[in-house]
């Protein structure tokens, strides 16, 4: 049950303002999420702005091919205790910082962000 609620917003320079009500939440389900047990995946087109949870307690392999879309992005978590190694498919070109490469540790979070045709960029808790 929802208690009214009464808003009175004025805005006089015609600028778009943001509110938000606390109690109430927007749509369920924005962040979209894939799960991933195993100890290799292939990224792909599917996975397009969306978070992949990896669980594997052993050393996970990513790769990362060719023919993405130039807007490609995903963020990928190391949920379970193996270390997550990105590797580029044939054409791609994978850059990060000092050449980090891997997952920092457990809980880690890396993003994978496309910077030209098959270029990506390794951001967040990656070591080499």
Known sequence: IMADVQIAVIDQQD?????????????PGIAEYFDVAGTTYTIDEANKSKIGR????????????????????????????GQISFVAGSGVTLRAALSADKSAYQYAAVSLISIGTDEYLLTGEVTS
């Open 54 to 81: 990896f669980t594997s307690s052993s050393a996970v392999t990513v790769t990362v091919p060719s023919g993405l879309s130039a807007n490609f992005d995903c963020m990928i978590l190391q949920l379970g205790t």
């Open 15 to 27: 600028t778009q303002i943001a509110l938000a009500v606390p109690g109430i939440q927007g749509p």
